[in-house]
């Protein structure tokens, strides 16, 4: 399966600050990437599909002006979080398909924690 | 709309024996279900598919079986370890024609010695 990581892998950050989350598809070239937030205890929440050369797209109740998404690259997604509050602390993680298949390959996950 | 739920939070059993973990879902008539494991503080990672026409899955010590009917997916682990413990998340295709999934809770397995 494809090989996914993720930078950083915490981050703590001022309120209001923006803060950029990478993740890198090490062994496939990934025309469509996902994130997802997830808070303690509960289920990954779809955020956005992140598409290779065009715009993202976000599932329903996600700011995409808080969210910025941005797909490069064949290898490449960023997500950043612009004017972070608190309430934005999660756990965000991306994945991508493999090849020709369903199942996906997740990144190891960015804790960012906004003070 | 449609719904996944995973009846379990934990489960808890003894090393040796198995482990099986229910998935429900409403509304919908999936495709296909996947299951994930997810330590603490990582992403998850697939396990195995399990596609409407067929019944069973096997991969070594894991089995998924998938009744549409019922619309509920059992996830087993034979002769389970301590290693095992861990969250098992159940997913299903937000629609049949794309790749994106919607995940259930989680069912916390603690397999003990």
């Known amino acids: 399966g494809a090989v996914v990581s993720q930078h950083p892998s915490w981050v703590i950050c001022k309120s209001g600050t923006s803060v950029k989350i990478e993740c890198r598809s090490l062994?496939?070239?990934?025309?469509?990437m996902f994130w997802y937030r997830q808070f303690p205890k509960q289920s990954l929440m779809l955020m956005a599909t992140s598409n290779e050369g065009s715009k993202a797209t976000y599932e329903q109740g996600v700011e995409k002006d808080k969210f910025l998404i941005n797909h490069a690259s064949l290898t490449l997604s960023t997500l950043t979080v612009t004017s972070a509050h608190p309430e934005d602390s999660s756990f965000y993680i991306c994945?991508?398909?493999?090849?020709?298949?369903?199942?996906?390959?997740f990144g190891p996950g960015t804790r960012l924690t906004v003070t | 709309s449609q719904k996944i739920e995973q009846n379990s939070e934990a489960l808890n059993i003894q090393e040796g024996k198995t482990a099986t973990l229910t998935c429900n879902y409403t509304?919908?008539?999936?495709?296909?279900l996947q299951w994930y494991r997810q330590d603490p503080g990582r992403g998850p990672v697939f396990l195995l598919l399990?596609?409407?026409?067929?019944k069973e899955k096997r991969k070594e010590r894991l089995k998924v079986t998938f009744d549409t009917t019922l619309k509920q997916s059992l996830f087993h682990i034979t002769a389970s370890q301590p290693a095992d413990s861990a969250t098992y998340l159940c997913a299903y295709p937000r629609t049949n024609s794309g790749y994106a999934l919607n995940f259930g809770k989680g069912t916390s397995l603690l397999v003990t010695p």
């Open positions: 509304n919908y008539s999936p495709a296909y």
């Open positions: 994945s991508t398909t493999g090849w020709g298949s369903y199942e996906q390959y």
């Open positions: 399990i596609r409407e026409n067929e």
């Open positions: 062994d496939f070239q990934a025309t469509t």
